[in-house]
């Protein structure tokens, strides 16, 4: 009997702008398997929490039930956090919402 590689999806990349845009990778979300069917919502070492606030991601000794319950989901959960979070990621006191609109403007017509 021969042993197969198995291949698992851990990571995912939510983004209000289109991969096509050149600054769209600064506005992106990310959600994260973190084991045991649970998946973080992270952004520049930050963890978005069911209350829809940005937390700093603790150290795993530092991670208490309590925490881990507020900022762990099953992936759907996840992603469709994550899908809400995106307009509002703000760089340089711009959101996405804002810079997808600037990008909509500045596509070329056909």
């Known amino acids: 009997m021969a042993d197969y590689a198995y291949a698992i999806a851990t990571r995912y990349t939510v983004n ?9 990778h600064v506005f992106e ?9 649970q ?10 929490g069911s209350n829809g606030k940005w937390d700093y991601e603790l150290r795993p000794s530092e991670r208490d039930d ?5 900022h762990r989901f099953d992936l759907d959960t996840a ?4 899908k809400e979070a995106a307009p509002l990621v703000t760089v340089n006191g711009r959101t996405a919402a804002e810079a ?4 909509r403007a500045d596509a070329p017509r056909p």
Do not use: F, M, Q
């Open 66 to 70: 309590d925490w881990l319950s507020w």
């Open 79 to 82: 992603l469709r956090l994550a």
């Open 100 to 103: 997808l609109k600037r990008h």
């Open 29 to 37: 979300i990310t959600v994260e398997y973190r084991g045991h069917g």
């Open 39 to 48: 998946w973080a919502i992270l952004r520049n070492g930050w963890c978005l």
């Open 16 to 24: 209000l702008l289109p991969e096509t845009d050149p600054h769209g």
